[in-house]
């Protein structure tokens, strides 16, 4: 009954290291989502995978790149990591698009030196 | 800009009153709209989703929507202190399937 797992949960990097979240559902949902979530804030979405083999940018993509590893699995990576990417992301899932309900992982804590 | 605004809060409720959260929203195309709470660092979860206009009750929570005005609300009845979280509401655009619109939350405090 794990639902959204999301690894890892905290996360400390220095500007300019690299590094891929994980994110694994078990519900057989075809949709993926990552959000980035800051003080004040809204939730964002960066990228999306509306089901197996697709994906596309959100509100704020830039300085991400993500992939649909098969139906269960969607990662995210920085390439190059900056402050401004200092956030808790959150991966979420819904069986089709977002009118049906958003499940979401316990997010990553994320923080860019 | 689509938006979607809230009142920051805090919102502080006594116990046993009731809480009512407001939401207004930009796009006159939105159709779907969605509750979430958020326990402070904890992740959002669903609790109510309205899709036409007039109220929607499930338990304590009603939603209620009008379209005309553009605007969303959230009455909590017989508020508890386990209610005191953050409430988010996020609406769907007519343009797309896969994107909601999201506020940044009202801080509601229930206080026993």
Redesign the interface.
């Given at each position: 009954n794990a639902g959204v797992t999301q690894t890892p949960k905290f996360q400390v990097l220095k500007t300019g290291q690299s590094m891929t979240l994980q994110c694994a559902q078990d519900m057989n949902h075809n949709s993926m989502y990552w959000y980035r979530q800051d003080p004040g804030m809204g939730l964002r979405l960066i990228y999306y995978s509306a089901s197996e083999g697709t994906t596309d940018k959100g509100e704020v993509p830039n300085g991400y790149n993500v992939s649909r590893l098969n139906k269960r699995e969607f990662s995210l990576r920085l390439e190059s990591a900056a402050p401004s990417q200092t956030s808790v992301y959150f991966c979420a899932s819904s069986l089709q698009g977002v009118a049906q309900p958003q499940h979401f992982g316990d997010g990553t804590r994320l923080s860019i030196l | 800009q689509k938006e979607?605004e809230q009142n920051?809060g805090p919102l502080s409720v006594p116990e046993g009153a009731i809480a009512s959260l407001n939401c207004t929203y930009s796009d006159r195309g939105s159709q779907?709209f969605?509750w979430y709470r958020q326990y402070s660092g904890?992740?959002?979860?669903?609790i109510m989703?309205i899709y036409s206009n007039g109220d929607k009750e499930d338990g304590r929570f009603t939603a209620q929507l009008n379209k005309a005005s553009q605007y969303v609300s959230l009455l909590i009845r017989d508020s508890q202190p386990s209610d005191s979280a953050t409430y988010?509401c996020?609406g769907?655009g007519e343009d797309?399937?896969?994107?909601?619109?999201?506020?940044?939350?009202t801080k509601l405090i229930i206080k026993p």
């Open positions: - | 979607v920051s779907s969605f904890k992740s959002p979860e669903l989703s988010l996020a769907k797309s399937n896969y994107q909601l619109i999201w506020g940044a939350g």
